[in-house]
């Protein structure tokens, strides 16, 4: 068996993908004799040089690129360990960043408070933003994981869907087509549609929705939130196009009508997207098992049930 202590192997990592023994002193701490008397020693156990000077650069040998292959998987190994030792313990502790997009506030609280009742050691922060700002901490790696409906194509991300995300078309309760059975999609060019913001994923499948329909809405004043998409609707300025979770409330309350139109809802997802390499912490790892079996049976009995029925 190779004797190597995992100091070395951590020191060697540094050196190889910073390819500078100063530069991986910096990174470490460490002074730089240090560095080479960590990576001499590795040398000699190995019996092969690591790494190779050309001019002033220093380049890893094949020995070298085998080294830093099997030290790599071998932290990984050492990752997975901590993650499972952690499971074992019953997430004593851990912390958990979560972003959702605008309409997922409807209902990411009362999944996190179901998930913190199992998980009460876990320290939750959640980043309510829009779509944009999601991609930017998904490309930054800012977050364990985020909540989207139109995660984006051709980037390197993991999606899981995990429950459904109706678009329904809703109006004043005293609009003409409120009790109207079956509207046709191309009765409603004839109507003012409230928008959401550009880069809102409920626009963006709007848009898509009716262009693949091949009809031309109407549209009015553009805003930034479903709250104030809802208030003018109920308003009398216009139809909007929402989510099914953004209307809990008024729906009890029969502030608003969800019209009974031709094609509608429109069904999409929610999905949980994490950059595809991202190594999930045991709390990541926990929040994202739950998504997966529990919240559609939570956001169904919490929304979409009730709501349905009035379609
Ligand atoms: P949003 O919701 O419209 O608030 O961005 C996300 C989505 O439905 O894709």
Redesign the pocket.
């Known amino acids: 068996m190779l004797h190597v202590t995992l100091r070395q192997l951590r020191v060697f990592d540094a050196v190889a993908r910073q390819l500078s023994f100063t530069r991986a002193a910096r990174e470490l701490h460490l002074t730089q004799p240090a560095v080479s008397m960590q990576i001499k020693q590795l040398e000699d156990r190995a019996g092969l040089a690591l790494f190779e000077q050309i001019g002033k650069r220093i380049f890893l040998t094949e020995a070298g690129h085998e080294m830093q292959r099997y030290g790599r998987s071998i932290a990984r190994q050492l990752d997975e360990l901590g993650t499972v030792l952690d499971g074992l313990r019953g997430l004593k502790s851990g912390r958990l960043a979560i972003s959702v997009?605008?309409?997922?506030n409807y209902f990411a609280p009362q999944l996190l408070a179901a998930f913190w009742r199992r998980f009460p050691a876990i320290t939750v922060s959640l980043d309510v933003t829009?779509?944009e700002a999601l991609l930017r901490q998904l490309a930054e790696n800012e977050v364990d994981m985020v909540i989207?409906?139109?995660p984006p194509q051709g980037l390197s991300l993991t999606l899981e869907s995990f429950a459904e995300?109706p678009l329904v078309v809703i109006a004043a309760p005293d609009h003409s087509l409120a009790t109207a059975r079956r509207i046709p999609l191309k009765r409603l060019q004839r109507e003012t549609f409230l928008m959401?913001e550009h880069?809102?994923?409920?626009?963006?499948?709007m848009e898509r929705f009716f262009a693949h329909k091949g009809i031309t809405l109407t549209t009015g004043t553009e805003m930034s939130s479903?709250e104030a998409i809802k208030q003018a609707v109920g308003a009398g300025m216009g139809l909007g196009i929402v989510?099914l979770h953004t209307l809990e409330l008024e729906l009890q309350a029969q502030r608003l009508k969800v019209l009974d139109v031709q094609g509608f809802p429109i069904v999409?997802h929610w999905y949980v997207v994490h950059p595809e390499d991202k190594r999930l912490s045991a709390s990541g790892l926990a929040f994202k098992g739950f998504l997966l079996e529990e919240a559609a049976k939570l956001m169904r009995t919490a929304h979409a049930a009730p709501s349905l029925k009035r379609l």
Request: positive net charge; hydrophobic residues 25%; glycine residues 14%.
């Open positions: 997009a605008s309409t997922a829009n779509r989207m409906g139109q995300n959401r880069g809102s994923g409920t626009r963006i499948a479903n989510s999409r």
